[in-house]
Structures are given as structure tokens and as C-alpha cells.
């Protein structure tokens, strides 16, 4: 097992220099640059900015400038807020961020499996059609029209939560985290559904009916756990897609999260926070896929990673 | 009074192709320490007769119409859900045919023996563990401790049947029933799981239901037999008056399918037609990878699956391989297609070396050689009608011009004993011994000289078989074909080869004319297997 985290770590590393390597030259083909502005700056003055962030260096000098600064830890300053540095900024929006993703997985882990285990103990009935079509529709539906819609139901006519801001009244994180978690919700709920079928047209489902046990005992204790490995391999992903998909839903609910620099930063070309945010995210990405693949594999008897038999 | 009496049992099933009424008011009784074999061939009814005992049918699209299925006393099917679980894995056990797919794979060994016990009995869980290790060891599994622990996936076919029938025991039910327990593993193993279960059973006074489509085994363990037919049973009685003194037709022609003579007189290879070998292996080697190549595992690891093996086959033979799974019978038939590619060794067809050849002569040599394939219903493409199917291997060597293509697909068909009518017909529309027809005429298409034909019975019905096995002595008669048989079953080898090649672990342990190996064979292996081998005959087993 360690041996074949070890391997997948490694493996990490030629991933995370492409990823490098592709925006630092995606960033710089972008139109723009991080000094302008719309009143245009002096010729001068961006001389002496394009000099003092190194900018007027060949690409492939800055590339390695960046690189080793990377390898210490530093991903330098930003350029649009230039008493702070990248590092400062993902370490003020990261927790923000992280605590949205988290509740998020919650909301969509807890509706998701409930509504696809119902759905499967009778499939092709009512219990089936409402929960599987309700999450087609949240399947279909941004979160940027979820959101406004959550938003004016229970902020605007219902008045029973508040409508933007993080930590400030109680209440506040519920709309979030329920728009933000909704269409996750939708998909482990189609997915639970397709793998409890599956699982419970299997043979030893059968040989457990006929040792007497009872459906409740059979769905709990021989169907969901091979029902639920197709979820787990989709939490990784899923978590990583929260992380990094989250700025639209800190967009709409002004919070003060990672994904909104990241944003913002794209906007403004600053070259350095976007670099930042990006290797960030992938080495998220990367780790939340591994760490779903091993919890899979201590899961499922039959994958003995890096034993042999 | 019987411990379990049945009366006019009727199941249907409601699809949305109409009712399909699966079992039509049958009525049986099994008394305790008695054993009752249902046979019947697909189809007939005989397992949704005994899954509806214990309302095991799926509920819809299955219904239990009427009848009355007495056990000790209680009508099972007037039970609710939560009486009749009181009942299932307690007074009444199952096994089932597939022990490999019949054990939940998620759930170590121990987990699965003890639910039985824990559920129907008040029993600590440590307690509990204490009598499934003596229930793994009753039924022969060594290390019980150690066994619990572990996952179906470290067991065996053979091994986890075992631990199915220690799990059915666990309760020490009164009656057992086994769904076709040892159709999927090796004769070998099937004579052990048959002694097993006969030694628990007079040890416990267990009735036992047997359900089989293989008379010889019914000869082999049962009392008495019902033979069921369309959802209907056609006789019953004891298992020495059905077959000797069988009334029914039904039961006569399943007795009749049995192939257990010698290969019928009419149909040897003989002497005087050419002698010539078309086929001539050398110390042929081959292997499969096992296990890739990674970049943590530089070596590949490679299973030798057959060693060196050397024979050879005549114009006009049929050539029997038999043994076990996982002897390489499979794995040595792809190498003479060249599926697989030899470690070394030569392989001579028709004077030309095919170890040789690059891929476009062995495309050229494809042509002559041709296989058939065990399953018929994966084999065919469900998407591509009989006619496609036929015409693919037509056009792909350039057997006969376009415009002849209509006429030679429904003469192949004619050939195969299917109607021209059907030629636009789909895979699904056809019955299990229809499509290995079809599969007949597909290698029968492109005109080969030899065909390679991997357990392609086994799929089939016993009256089925026996067409299709007539069907090919026929073709290979007419076309003057040569054929390689491959099977594990000895009772069609010795009906259908001339000389056969007793495979085990990858080597050919014995080689000769099939009636000089079942009468006098001469390996200790060879012996072992034909002993194995159940006799469609109660008197056989019944002699003092």
C-alpha cells in the first residue's frame, strides 16, 4: 500500500509540471497585462514595474525564476495587491473555501445516497421516478440560477435565511452550501442508484435472502458497500470540483472564499495569484483523487494494492 | 406425516411479453433424510419451483398463484414476509449453482457463516465464530482459524461451494436445497461435493432437493426423481424404476440425449481415408501474462500455461482435449489459431510452419482454420442479423462474388438445420442450440479444413446437445473437416472423438484412441478423472 502511494506521488510530480508549465504560458499569451489599467499607464512607469517584478527578462528565465521560487515555498507577490503575497492570500481564502466545500459534501453525500438507496429498493415505482427526476433537474441546473432561485424563496419571500455573507449571522452558510452541493447531490444520487441495483441483482444478495435476513439487513449490511465504491471513486473528484468550482457561488453569495481571488485575479492578469491558485488547485485535485482511490482499495477485498496474493 | 409436502403449486411470471407460467400446479412431498432430485432441462420450471417453496421468486414481475407447500405443519406460502424469514436459512437451507458469484465479496468468510446463526438463534458472536470454524472443518477446509478471516475472492470454486454448504448448515436445517451446486465446478470436485453432502446428510437426517439437468448425476445421489417438463412434472418415482422402467417419453428421449456409448460406428475416422496429417504440434510452449509489466514491476509475470506439448491431428479426425479448468485445453487451442503466440516450439499445418508467419499470411491461414465458441449467446453479435453474420467472413476472404451471397447464406443455413426463412433474424430471436447452429455455419462459411471447436456443447440442453453434436459429425464428414474438440466433459468426448489428449497442468498426460484411454487408461490422473465421471445408471452406485 505505502509503495503504491509512494508510486502515485511521483507520478504527481510530471503532472504538476505540465500544469505549470501550460499557464505560465496560457497566463502570458492572454491579451493584457497586469499593469493595465484604463487610464493607461506611463511608458516609464510600466518600464520600471515590467523591471521590478523581472517581467522584462526572457520567458524562459522567468519560467525558471518562478520554478525555483515554487520549490522554496514561494510563489511570489501578487501584482495587483502588492503589500501581499500569493501565498498570504490562499492561506486567508483557503479555509473560508474549504468550509463551504466541506458543508457542501455533506448536503450532497446525505441527499445523494438517501435519495438513490429509496429509489433503488423500488425501482420503476414513485419512489423512483420523484427523487431520480428531481436530480436530473439538478443535474441540468447551474448554480448560478440555483442560487438566485434559493435566494429569493427562502431569503426574499420566505425570509427565513439571510442572503449573502459568511459567519456574520447564523444561517448565513445554509443557502450556500445547499447551491453549492445540490447538483453533487443530484449526480451520487443517480450514481448510488445504478450501483444498489446492480449490487442487489447479484447473486449473493440472493444467497442472503435465503439465510433469512431481512431487507433491512441485507441493504445495510451486504448491499452498500459494494453500492457504494462507485461513489467514493466520484468523491475525489467531486471534492476537487467543489473546491475549485466554488467561486460562483462565492460570487453570488459575496464570500470571501479562494474562489473569488481566483476570479478576480484572472480578471486583472495578475500573473502570479492566478499561477498560484491554479497549482493550488491541482495539487488538490490530484490529492483528493488518491485519497478517494485508497479509500476504494481498503474497501474492496479484492484490490489488494501492491500485494501480491 | 412427509417433512415437506407440496400441493398443485402454481408460479407465473407477468413480463410485458404476456404471462409466462413458469410452474403449473405441481405437487411433490420429500420426506426427512430422503433425497429428491428435480431435473428438467432450461426452462422447465424446476428452480422457480423452489424458490417459490420459500417465496424467493422476485415479487413482481413473479407471482406464487396457488397451492399449498406444507413444512412441519405451516403453509409456507400463507406466510408473511417476517414469518417466512424464520424459516429460510433456519429450518429450510440453499445452495446455490454458482459459487462464485454466490458469496458476497465485500464480507470476509466468517462474517457470511455465522449470519444463519445470529439471526435465527440467540447466540454471541464469539460463540457463534467457534461453530463455523467446526462447520469449515466438517466440510473438509483446512486452517478453519485462519479461513474466517479471509475474503471468496482467496478461495477456490471448488472451496467456496464448500463454504456455501458449511454456511446452509450452520442452523442445522432440516431440508437443504441445492440448485445445481456442482454444475460450474470440475467433475473432480463435484464427485467430493457429492460425498460431502451424502456424509452430512445421513450423519444429520437432512432431506436434501436436488435440483440437476444431468441425469448422471441424479443416478449418482437422488432416492426418488421428478421430472419436470414446461412447468409440469411428467413422472415421478424412484430413482431405479425412472431409469429402468421410465413410462413418459419426455423422460425416455432425456435418457436417450445421454451420450454414453463409444462414437457411433458410422462416424469413425478410418483407416483407409487419407492419412495424412494436417496438423503436427512439437513441443509446443506457451504462456499468458498474469500480471503486466509496471513501472514498479519491470518483469512481467507470465503463467506457462501449456508445456510441452506435442501431437498430432489427421485429415478427417476428430481430436478430443479434455481436462480440467486451468489445464491449458483453452490456451493451446488459441495457439493453433494463433491468438496466443508461442514461447516455443513449432506448430505444422498443412506442411506450412505458422510459428513463422507474419500477420497478413496468417490472415490467408485463418481461412482454412475456424472456431466455435462455448457460449452462443456472447459469441454472436446481438446487433448483427444471421445473415450479416454469415456475410462478414464471405466477404472478408473472398468466397464467393456478391451477387451469390443471398444463395450461399441460405444454403449454409439449410446446411446447419435452420430455415432460409430466418435469415433476417436476430441472435435473440433464435434458442440456445439454434445460435450454436448459427456459430456452426459462421466457420462453416469461409470452407476451413480444420475447426477448433472449445466446449461448444456445454451451454446446451442434453436433448439439444445430442443434435448438435450429430450436426457435427455431419459436417465434418461431408466437408471432410478436421477438428480439434475441446471439452471438460468425458461422456461427449468418448461420443465424439476418435483419439483424445488428456490435458493436465499444462501437459498432455495421456494421448491415444478415446476407447483405449476409457477402458484401459494408463496415468493415475486419467483414472481419477474417468472415475469421477457420473454414470447415468443407479445400479452402478447401488451395488454392495
Known sequence: ?309 | MALLSVDKLTTSFYTRDGIVRAVQGISFTVECGETVAIVGESGSGKSVACYSLLQLVPQPPGKIESGTVFFDGTDLLQCTEQEIMKFRGNHIAMIFQDPMTSLNPYMNIGEQLIEPLTYHRKISKADALIRAEAALKEVGIGEAKKRLKQYPHEFSGGMRQRVMIAMALMSEPELLIADEPTTALDVTIQAQIFELIKDIQVRRNLAVIFITHDLGVVAQIADRVLVMKNGKIVEQGTTRDIFNNSQHEYTRMLLDAIPVSAKPEQYRYSASSAKNVILQLEEVNASYIERPASLLHWQEERFKAVRNVSFNLRKGEILGLVGESGCGKSTLAKTVLRLVTEDSGRIQFEGTELTSLNAAEIKNVRKDLQIIFQDPYASLNPRMSVYDALLEPLKLHNIVPPKEYERTISQLMDEVGLSPRDIRKYPHEFSGGQRQRIAIARALAVRPKLIIADEPVSALDVTIQAQVLELMFHIVEKYHLSMIFVSHDLSVIRYVCDRTAVMFQGEIVEFGDTEKIFNQPQQEYTRKLLSAIPVPDPGYYRQP
Open chain 1, 1 to 309: 500500500m505505502l509503495k503504491f502511494i509512494g508510486f502515485r506521488i511521483l507520478q504527481a510530480i510530471p503532472v504538476l509540471l505540465v500544469v505549470i508549465f501550460v499557464t505560465f504560458l496560457l497566463v502570458r499569451m492572454a491579451p493584457g497585462g497586469p499593469f493595465d489599467e484604463e487610464k493607461a499607464v506611463s511608458p516609464y512607469v510600466l518600464e520600471k514595474l515590467n523591471e521590478r517584478y523581472n517581467l522584462d527578462a526572457p520567458l524562459s528565465e522567468q519560467f525558471f525564476d518562478y520554478l525555483s521560487g515554487i520549490l522554496q515555498g514561494d510563489f511570489g507577490p501578487s501584482f495587483k495587491f502588492p503589500t501581499r503575497s500569493v501565498t498570504e492570500m490562499i492561506a486567508t481564502g483557503l479555509p473560508i473555501t474549504f468550509e463551504l466545500a466541506f458543508y457542501a459534501m455533506l448536503v450532497a453525500l446525505f441527499i445523494g445516497i438517501s435519495a438513490g438507496l429509496l429509489a433503488a429498493i423500488r425501482p420503476n415505482t414513485a419512489q423512483d421516478y420523484v427523487p431520480m427526476s428531481i436530480a436530473m433537474i439538478g443535474i441540468c441546473m447551474p448554480s448560478f440560477l440555483m442560487g438566485p432561485i434559493l435566494v429569493l424563496i427562502f431569503g426574499i419571500w420566505l425570509e427565513w435565511l439571510p442572503v449573502s455573507g459568511w459567519g456574520y449571522s447564523p444561517g448565513d452558510k445554509i443557502l450556500p452550501a445547499i447551491t453549492l452541493g445540490s447538483t453533487y447531490a443530484a449526480y451520487i444520487a443517480r450514481l448510488t442508484r445504478g450501483s444498489m441495483l446492480e449490487v442487489l441483482s447479484q447473486d449473493y444478495i440472493r444467497t442472503a435472502r435465503a439465510k433469512g435476513l431481512s431487507t433491512q439487513t441485507i441493504i445495510f449490511k451486504h448491499a452498500l458497500k459494494g453500492g457504494l465504491l462507485p461513489v467514493v471513486s466520484f468523491l475525489g473528484p467531486a471534492i476537487a470540483g467543489l473546491l475549485s468550482g466554488s467561486f460562483v457561488v462565492e460570487t453570488i453569495f459575496q464570500i470571501p472564499g479562494l474562489g473569488r481571488f481566483y476570479v478576480q485575479a484572472a480578471f486583472n492578469r495578475d500573473y502570479t495569484m492566478i499561477m498560484g491558485t491554479t497549482i493550488f488547485f491541482s495539487v488538490l485535485i490530484i490529492f483528493f483523487n488518491l485519497l478517494s482511490d485508497i479509500i476504494v482499495a481498503y474497501l474492496n477485498p479484492r484490490l489488494k494494492l501492491g500485494n501480491k496474493k
